[in-house]
């Protein structure tokens, strides 16, 4: 399937995530449907002339939440967003059997960095990335909570292929969200049964994002650990 006809469904239409990458998607000639509550978020996506309008095919449905929380809102909220919303769109696409169709390649979930457990450091950190690791997720403690549990949750599906990249913070300098939509449209156009299947990566810096991205779909290591 050439890009030119890879479609990408996204939920979460008007969330910054989605409003980059649909930039990076339709740039690349692919086709995409944003998903968004409000009618009148639709006009804040991308303008486009006339002879590429078909790129852009926002749909406008009711859903409880629809995109991450980001440790905003109280803790109700949070764990509406950032858990449950997460494991009910799993279960919708396992229930809908959508992933049997030849044209699905896979479901890629946005979370965050450093939602593994405490207990032990990975074997890539250094004690001082570890030490400000913990200092961060004592900051964020519920929203981080809810992101290890729906993690947790998405580690032991197989029902259909699925991989979970984890960016760090898009305040830090190292690291934009062009950087974040590059890695999830190269991940997009990769075939179904590829390495990323059932991958939770981190991406810690922008520097040769494509690059690396590649070095750590064939390395083939998933970065959770429970």
């Not at 979460?12 to 690349?28: D, I, P, T």
């Not at 229930?95 to 939602?115: E, P, Q, T, Y």
């Not at 049964?193 to 998933?222: C, F, H, P």
Request: net charge positive; aromatic share 6%.
């Amino acid at each position: 399937m050439s890009n030119s006809s890879l479609r990408n469904f996204a939920v979460g239409g008007h969330g910054k995530v989605v409003q980059h990458l649909a930039r990076h998607a339709m740039s690349s000639g692919c086709i995409i449907l944003p998903m968004t509550c409000d009618p009148a978020h639709a006009s804040d996506l991308p303008n486009l002339p006339a002879s590429r309008a078909d790129r852009l095919q926002p749909i406008v449905a009711s859903v409880d939440a629809a995109a991450g929380a980001g440790g905003k809102g109280g803790q109700e909220r949070t764990q509406v967003v950032d858990y449950e919303c997460t494991v009910k769109f799993f279960d919708a696409i396992g229930r809908s059997k959508i992933a049997s169709n030849d044209g699905f390649r896979h479901l890629l979930v946005v979370s965050a960095i450093n939602m593994h457990a405490l207990a032990r450091k990975p074997n890539w950190y250094k004690d001082k990335e570890f030490e400000c690791t913990k200092t961060a997720r004592e900051k964020i403690r519920f929203y981080a909570k809810m992101n290890r549990v729906a993690d947790k949750d998405i580690a032991k599906r197989s029902a259909f292929p699925w991989f979970v990249l984890r960016p760090r913070s898009l305040s830090m300098t190292r690291i934009s969200p062009d950087d974040v939509e590059a890695v999830l449209l190269k991940m997009a156009e990769l075939p179904r049964e590829s390495k990323i299947d059932g991958l939770m990566l981190e991406l810690t810096n922008g520097d040769e994002v494509g690059a690396t991205a590649e070095a750590a779909v064939q390395r083939g290591r998933s970065d959770w650990i429970g």
